[in-house]
């Protein structure tokens, strides 16, 4: 697609994505981390759109990533993309593909993500809310109420939501049990068996925080508590 084309396309998925089925409601577009390149493009042109960032640490994403084949097929066919995207954002232009292992390329989109995420902050500040998702979970009915309030929702709830199933269960499976022991349990067992190549992917970070200047703030938020 050209340009024009391009915009066509987008303005018609973003008409699509934003109906809803009656008066006073506010569609919510949950869109998947691998494709954080499409946040400006679909929130800036929509003036009463927000966009609610959710993130966690690089250490955490690769144990997450890293411990499960079919996400990691997904990311081999995404990776050219995030490449290109990292690239383009912050001009560092001899990293090569082939030369990435699958951690790399794994942090290679966390990285391009956040400078997605830092983008859209400097380009829409009063519409981007950004929410660390540990601290979510450390304190999720506060988590629920700043990010209703954010998006014009009724924040009442927020209790009764955190008491209810919702946080017991399996977002893309409500009928799987999971819950924040669950969760922390799976991460470290990924990150005891995967430990060799979060490594390879938290050193290949570093040396990009190091040597690309726009990179540097991310530095301090690999590791957890970051």
Not at 170 to 187: C, I, S
Request: charged fraction near 25%; include cysteine; glycine fraction near 8%.
């Amino acid at each position: 697609l050209d340009g024009a084309g391009w915009q066509r396309l987008a303005a018609m998925v973003m008409t699509l994505l934003s109906r809803s089925y009656g008066g006073g409601q506010r569609p919510l577009i949950k869109a998947t981390s691998a494709c954080a390149n499409l946040l400006a493009p679909l929130v800036l042109p929509a003036t009463a759109a927000r966009a609610l960032l959710l993130h966690i640490d690089l250490e955490t994403w690769l144990s997450v990533m890293l411990r499960d084949e079919q996400v990691r097929e997904n990311g081999r066919f995404y990776a050219p993309a995030w490449l290109g995207d990292l690239m383009e954002l912050s001009g560092r232009r001899d990293l090569r593909l082939a030369a990435l292992s699958e951690a790399e390329q794994f942090t290679v989109n966390w990285l391009a993500a956040m400078l997605q995420f830092q983008r859209a902050r400097e380009q829409m500040p009063e519409r981007t809310l950004q929410l660390g998702f540990e601290d979510f979970l450390q304190e999720p009915a506060a988590g629920l109420t700043d990010a209703a309030r954010f998006l014009g929702l009724d924040a009442s709830g927020a209790e009764a939501v955190v008491a209810g199933p919702l946080m017991r269960s399996y977002a893309k499976n409500p009928d799987k049990p999971f819950d924040a022991g669950t969760r922390r349990r799976e991460l470290e067992e990924s990150c005891r068996l995967k430990a060799a190549e979060i490594k390879t992917g938290m050193t290949f970070a570093a040396k990009l925080c190091n040597e690309i200047p726009m990179l540097a703030p991310l530095g301090s938020r690999l590791s957890p508590g970051g």
